[in-house]
């Protein structure tokens, strides 16, 4: 089978699907959606290049306070240019702390990337630049028009869907190309062994920071994505249980493949959607912290390469 | 600021770092030692303030023997917990031990919750170290607090004692530096893990418990001083105990000192001087010496 | 062992899908409770829900007449799940009504999507003075305070005791600094003057350094802002400094709420200002804690009765129009117009939504705020930045 048949069959599936939706189901498609763009920037740093990040949401709070920002109070700005507004910043900022943190190496680099997006979430919690702690609101969602012509409108339930699928579409083919790329194979080579990878005349250096780059910039994009559809922004999406929480979705998805990093976003939205649900669980449900997190322990204790392995264990049979 | 207030602030800066120094130190052991990115820290230093909440009545002004008791409970708790969670995961990626110790965040802080309720609960200083001392036209001082920063320091000597002086500490001064050679001396790993992580959640309760009557006890204590154990214990250096103390001292000052000078950038104070730290000394200041 | 959770999986992908709620005509008011279940805030969320249901249950049950059914999302007290999170109350279960929440940022996000969802939203505590102000809208009402309010009054009696040089002290985020520019407004407008304001980053509780510039400084009174365990550890602080006996501690009345008992005997003695007051001897307020330490066996507090009127609110909305919620003009009308009788004294809502009241000037007495005087009669927030 050919790898990009899966995909492609779910991006169609997807893109079927506001036809069954309620509003509200709908949402939450595209709440997972944007969350599989931010968790798949970040598989390109941790499965492709092995550089584990505990400040990615730093540049998914970058780009979304720029896209409030750069709004203002005035009428709908066009996306033509807020959208590379936002994952330009995003990759500005991600330019500055990969130079800086791509010096340090394993636990030291988690905690220079915690440390500058720390710098970040306080910037925007205790300076007046971005609203304080109570964050800024979008008033009027970016649109793209010609003249009078409106192509297209964020406001509307429907252009945002297919705004957000397509999002995640050339997220996901550009990791493909990435991955298979002559960049991606050096990438994985560093992953593998950066000694050798420097012996054989690769400045692994500059591969890595451009891949932090250009995950940064792909996390300021999901940042635009989540401005656009909660039109709020405040600090808590830069901080460290953000990061946290999307380094979870992947490992839990399974580390090393883009469809992990998409699986692992939906069941770790999905199980807090479920756990937390009243209608479902009734009382059980007021108590959702521990049975999310005995899930998750469960998780560790039985699927070892995350759901994306579940399927192998499943053919593989009884063995451990 | 006149000279007098200085030195008050430097003596603030200074309790407030011995505190976080012992929060960090088992933090920095089960890092270096065992490879474990442990979120649930900041839990078992929360858990350790509850222990001193719950165990109050029992113990009364026998607060030493409170300390003790609470120490003895958390470390037995540590055991097993590595035992039960920990114990099958270190052939895995170490990611898998984040997932695991974030999932141990939720799943405490609900038990908390269950347990204890959510209300903000006070907890008394013995009587003995009750009061302070003038410092200053209108300040004076706390006796609890002096206790907290002698008890710190005494710890602190403990601990430097332990690594340096015993067979158990020459393991770890091993497998802080060099995991594999470990192994390959024929130790027994996974005891040694057990005791380590055993050790570390014993720390930072025992950390707990003295910070409590000086912060109170509430939900979501852990949150916050979790993280920025991380910071000094990356400052300092992985694994290294007397990295931790100097740089649980550099955090001490920066925080003083940034909230007089700078209260607005107060925040990102601590973490501009971690990223100055390791841009200059990428792996902290005191890798791989004790 | 392996389809545990695989059905988990499954299940929660058929869960969620399967959820649309039917729509309903004659059926019960649903009402939703976007209230923090889960950190800081748990025990005051528990509180609000508990004074809403007591009003409720007082009335049989129902309001004009129709049963009320509740749905409840734990708001986390995290403002970047806030879209997310009143959105399950109001596209997943389509309530007529929000009520919530403690969180400020939270309650901004809460009132934005209310005004374009146009849900009708009852604010139970969260003191932002937007949410009143500039973001006000018809729909939009408040049964608490704006944070103007308690550091207004607290910046009057400060001025009348004669004060004249203040510091003040807080976090660093939006509720602190609001509360405190109340607190400048009034005491500069009564001839003080405030030497300094303190902060640190939420929620941050190392206050030494800052305790030791209060005493390098000798102001002739602090005022301070904190809530929940920073006010705790603030106040015993402050205490174990030796700054309470020189330098008296003013505070918005959160410093000493729901947080007497764990203060100890720190926070004896202290002046605080709010619009409620726990002995408070009017009949209204010695009948409803009676009634509420008879259902929950616990004293009530100021956030009960926040809760308990924003029920009321809501009650006196429905009585208007005989419970249809299909007269919504006249309902929102009704419950700007209302006089509801709380157990902090009778007030009414401002033209933006927040409550007219009397500020109360209180002291810290063993486990109570006990009642001292009238602070401000009749307070009302100015509402800067409120078109209606």
Same mark, same amino acid.
């Given at each position: 089978m050919r790898p990009w048949i899966v995909p492609v069959a779910a991006a169609l599936l997807l893109a079927a699907l506001p036809a069954v939706l309620t509003p509200y189901t709908q949402d939450l498609v595209v709440k997972i959606a944007i969350y599989a763009v931010f968790a798949l920037s970040l598989e390109l740093l941790?499965?492709?290049?092995?550089?584990?990040?505990?400040?990615?949401?730093?540049?998914?709070?970058?780009?979304?306070?720029?896209?409030?920002?750069?709004?203002?109070?005035?009428?709908?700005?066009?996306?033509?240019?807020?959208?590379?507004?936002?994952?330009?910043?995003? /990759?500005?900022?991600?330019?500055?702390?990969?130079?800086?943190?791509?010096?340090?190496?394993?636990?030291?680099?988690?905690?220079?990337?915690?440390?500058?997006?720390?710098?970040?979430?306080?910037?925007?919690?205790?300076?007046?630049?971005?609203?304080?702690?109570?964050?800024?609101?979008?008033?009027?969602? $970016?649109?793209?028009?010609? %003249?009078?012509?409106v192509l297209l409108d964020l406001d509307r339930k429907p252009d945002l869907y297919y705004t957000v699928l397509a999002a995640l579409v050339f997220t996901y083919?550009?990791?493909?190309?990435?991955?298979?790329?002559?960049?991606?194979?050096?990438?994985?080579?560093?992953?593998?062994?950066?000694?050798?990878?420097?012996?054989?005349?690769?400045?692994?250096?500059?591969?890595?920071?451009?891949a932090f780059v250009i995950a940064g910039a792909l996390a300021g994009l999901a940042g635009f994505l989540l401005a656009v559809k909660d039109g709020a922004v405040n600090p808590e999406l830069l901080s460290w249980h953000e990061s946290g929480a999307v380094l979870l979705m992947i490992i839990l998805g399974g580390i090393g493949s883009l469809r992990g990093a998409v699986i692992g976003a939906m069941a770790f939205t999905l199980l807090k959607e479920l756990f937390q649900s009243e209608a479902l669980l009734g009382p059980l449900a007021g108590h959702w912290q521990l049975t999310l997190g005995l899930t998750i322990i469960a998780f560790v204790a039985l699927l070892p390469k995350g759901l994306i392995g579940l399927k192998a264990r499943l053919a593989g049979g009884a063995h451990a | 600021m006149d000279f007098a207030t200085f030195l008050v602030q430097c003596l603030n800066a200074v309790q407030y770092g011995l505190l976080l120094f012992l929060v960090a130190s088992g933090l920095t052991l089960i890092f270096g030692i065992m490879g474990v990115i442990n979120l649930a820290h900041g839990s078992f230093y929360m858990i350790g303030a509850y222990l001193a909440f719950v165990l109050a009545p029992y113990f009364g002004d026998w607060y030493l023997t409170k300390l003790l008791a609470g120490v003895v409970l958390a470390a037995v708790f540590g055991y097993l917990?590595?035992?039960? @969670?920990?114990?099958?995961?270190y052939q895995r990626e170490h990611l898998q031990q984040v997932l695991m110790t974030y999932a141990l965040i939720l799943v405490? #802080? #609900?038990?908390?919750?269950?347990?204890?309720? !959510?209300?903000?609960?006070?907890?008394?200083?013995?009587?003995?170290?009750?009061?302070? @001392?003038?410092?200053? #036209?209108?300040?004076?001082?706390?006796?609890?607090?002096v206790f907290a920063s002698v008890a710190c320091i005494v710890l602190a000597l403990a601990l430097y004692g332990v690594v340096n002086r015993t067979r158990l500490g020459m393991m770890i001064r091993a497998g802080a530096s060099?995991?594999?050679?470990?192994? *390959?001396?024929?130790?027994?790993?996974?005891?040694?893990?057990?005791?380590?992580? /055993?050790? *570390?959640?014993?720390?930072?309760? +025992?950390? %707990?418990?003295? /910070?409590? $009557?000086?912060s109170s006890v509430y939900p979501g204590m852990g949150g916050s001083v979790l993280i920025i154990c991380f910071v000094v214990v990356v400052i300092g250096g992985i694994g290294s105990i007397t990295g931790a103390l100097v740089a649980s001292l550099l955090v001490g000052f920066v925080d003083t000192f940034g909230k007089v000078f700078f209260a607005e950038y107060s925040g990102i104070g601590v973490y501009l001087l971690m990223a100055v730290i390791l841009v200059w000394r990428p792996e902290g200041l005191m890798r791989r010496s004790f | 062992m392996k389809f545990p959770t695989h059905l988990a999986l499954v299940a929660a992908c058929v869960a969620s899908l399967a959820l649309p709620a039917a729509a309903q005509t004659a059926g019960p008011i649903k009402v939703g409770l976007m209230l923090p279940a889960t950190g800081t805030f748990a025990a005051l969320g528990d509180m609000i829900e508990k004074g809403f249901k007591l009003h409720v249950q007082e009335q049989g049950?129902?309001?004009?007449?129709?049963?009320?059914?509740?749905?409840?999302?734990?708001? #986390?007290?995290?403002?970047? =799940?806030?879209?997310?999170n009143v959105n399950k109350l109001i596209k997943r279960d389509q309530v007529d009504v929000l009520v919530g929440t403690v969180h400020s940022g939270v309650a901004l996000a809460m009132a934005k999507a209310a005004k374009e969802s146009n849900t009708l939203l009852i604010v139970p505590n969260a003191g932002a003075d937007a949410i009143t102000g500039p973001m006000c809208g018809p729909n939009i009402v408040r049964s608490s305070f704006s944070n103007w309010q308690p550091g207004y009054s607290t910046g009057v009696v400060a001025a009348q005791k004669g004060y004249k040089r203040a510091m003040t002290i807080t976090w660093n985020y939006a509720a602190g600094l609001e509360t405190v520019k109340?607190?400048?407004?009034?005491? &500069? =407008?009564?001839?003080?003057?405030?030497? =300094?304001?303190?902060?640190? $980053?939420?929620?941050?509780? &190392?206050?030494?350094?800052?305790?030791?510039?209060?005493?390098?400084?000798?102001?002739?009174?602090? @005022?301070?802002?904190?809530?929940g365990g920073g006010a705790v550890k603030f106040v015993k602080d402050y205490d174990a400094a030796g700054l309470k006996k020189a330098v008296p501690l003013f505070g918005s009345g959160f410093l000493t709420d729901g947080t007497l008992e764990a203060q100890g005997a720190s926070a004896q003695g202290l002046f605080t200002t709010l619009h409620y007051a726990d002995s408070l001897d009017i009949p209204k307020n010695n009948a409803f804690r009676k009634s509420f330490a008879l259902t929950y066996k616990? !004293?009530?507090?100021?956030? /009960?009765?926040? %809760?308990?009127?924003?029920?009321?609110?809501?009650?006196? *909305? +429905? !009585?208007?129009?005989?419970?249809?919620? *299909?007269?919504?003009?006249?309902?929102?009308?009704?419950?700007? =117009?209302?006089?509801?009788d709380s157990p902090r004294g009778k007030f009414t809502l401002s033209a933006g939504g927040n409550p007219v009241q009397d500020m109360y000037l209180r002291e810290a007495k063993g486990p109570n705020n006990e009642y001292r005087a009238v602070a401000v009669k009749a307070l009302a927030d100015p509402a800067r930045g409120c078109k209606l």
């Open positions: 941790v499965g492709a290049a092995g550089l584990v990040s505990l400040g990615h949401a730093a540049f998914l709070g970058i780009g979304a306070y720029v896209t409030v920002m750069a709004t203002g109070d005035g009428g709908g700005a066009s996306a033509l240019w807020l959208l590379p507004a936002a994952m330009g910043a995003a /990759a500005l900022y991600a330019a500055f702390v990969g130079a800086l943190s791509l010096r340090t190496k394993g636990v030291y680099f988690i905690m220079v990337t915690l440390a500058f997006a720390q710098m970040a979430y306080f910037v925007f919690h205790d300076t007046k630049l971005g609203g304080g702690s109570d964050g800024i609101f979008l008033y009027s969602k $970016p649109v793209i028009q010609f %003249g009078q012509t083919a550009l990791l493909g190309l990435i991955n298979r790329s002559r960049f991606g194979h050096a990438l994985a080579g560093i992953r593998v062994n950066e000694q050798r990878m420097r012996a054989a005349g690769y400045t692994t250096y500059g591969y890595k920071l451009a | 917990l590595e035992w039960a @969670f920990f114990s099958f995961l405490f #802080e #609900e038990l908390r919750s269950m347990l204890v309720g !959510n209300d903000v609960h006070g907890v008394q200083a013995p009587s003995w170290l009750a009061g302070g @001392f003038k410092l200053g #036209e209108l300040m004076s001082y706390p006796w609890y607090r060099n995991r594999d050679m470990v192994r *390959g001396l024929g130790i027994d790993i996974q005891r040694l893990y057990r005791i380590v992580f /055993a050790g *570390g959640v014993a720390l930072a309760a +025992l950390a %707990g418990m003295i /910070a409590a $009557p000086l | 049950g129902k309001l004009a007449g129709r049963e009320i059914q509740y749905f409840r999302v734990d708001d #986390e007290s995290d403002p970047s =799940k806030a879209t997310d109340g607190f400048t407004e009034a005491f &500069e =407008k009564g001839g003080g003057k405030v030497i =300094k304001d303190l902060s640190l $980053p939420f929620p941050g509780v &190392e206050f030494q350094a800052l305790l030791t510039e209060i005493a390098a400084q000798k102001p002739d009174v602090v @005022f301070a802002f904190f809530a616990q !004293n009530a507090d100021v956030y /009960a009765v926040q %809760g308990y009127d924003a029920a009321q609110l809501l009650a006196a *909305g +429905l !009585n208007a129009v005989k419970g249809d919620m *299909g007269k919504r003009d006249a309902m929102l009308a009704a419950m700007r =117009k209302a006089t509801v």
